[in-house]
T-cell receptor
């Protein structure tokens, strides 16, 4: 069964304190690994897609990386406005574009 | 502005009521999705429509009935719901070819549904 596990469940950082969020996946044939950000009362907002091991993508203070078993979302010098829940999702080959989501990581950044 | 608009944003209904959720996408996509998001659980895919045809029903109870009249609009008709159906219902869309696509899905802000 396809599974996506995110850790830790919650993370509290001081402003400027860099850290990483982990997403482990077990799917037979990965077609894409997706990262989303979700703010309270809002829908998930698309951040990145990674398609193959070794791939990296960056956007402002965020960098996403991918290996054959996991993905990391690195947050460099976070600011309070980076506080949100971060979701990752895996898409399996031949899966009718179906995404399997993790439970998410709630990040809080204190000023 | 997400490009995917859901109405209403909040809905409270009794177990015997009938209501509908609406989703409209302005992104020119041809695949649309319904998801259920409950506290402490991953997003659960409910239905997938590709070029207006339903291509996935993820073992959803028949009290949820989807409708996709065209590639821009998606409805979820609700009747005789249960308290455990209270959740955030999210609509998403993506660009798709005739087969599966690896393009990202873009979400609306959801309808918060409460069943009394």
């Amino acid at each position: 069964e396809d599974q996506v596990t995110q850790s830790p469940e919650a993370l509290r950082l001081q402003e400027g304190e860099s850290s990483s969020l982990n997403c482990s996946y077990t799917v037979s044939g990965l077609r894409g690994l997706f990262w989303y950000r979700q703010d309270p009362g809002k829908g998930p907002e698309f951040l990145f897609t990674l398609y193959s091991a070794g791939e990296e993508k960056e956007k402002e203070r965020l960098k996403a990386t991918l290996t054959k078993k996991e993905s990391f979302l690195h947050i460099t010098a976070p600011k309070p406005e980076d506080s949100a829940t971060y979701l990752c999702a895996a898409m399996q080959t031949g899966a009718n574009s179906k995404l399997t989501f993790g439970k998410g990581i709630t990040l809080s950044v204190r000023p | 502005e997400t490009g995917v608009t859901q109405t209403p944003r909040h809905l409270v209904m009794g177990m015997t009521n009938k209501k509908s959720l609406k989703c409209e996408q302005h992104l020119g996509h041809n695949a649309m999705y319904w998801y259920k998001q409950s506290a402490k659980k991953p997003l659960e895919l409910m239905f997938v429509y590709n070029f207006k045809e339903q291509t996935e029903n993820n073992s959803v109870p028949s009290r949820f009935s989807p409708e996709c009249p065209n590639s821009s609009h998606l409805f979820l008709h609700l009747h005789t719901l249960q308290p455990e159906d209270s959740a955030l219902y999210l609509c998403a869309s993506s660009q798709s070819g005739q087969g599966p696509s690896n393009q990202p899905q873009h979400f609306g802000d959801g309808t918060r549904l409460s069943i009394l």
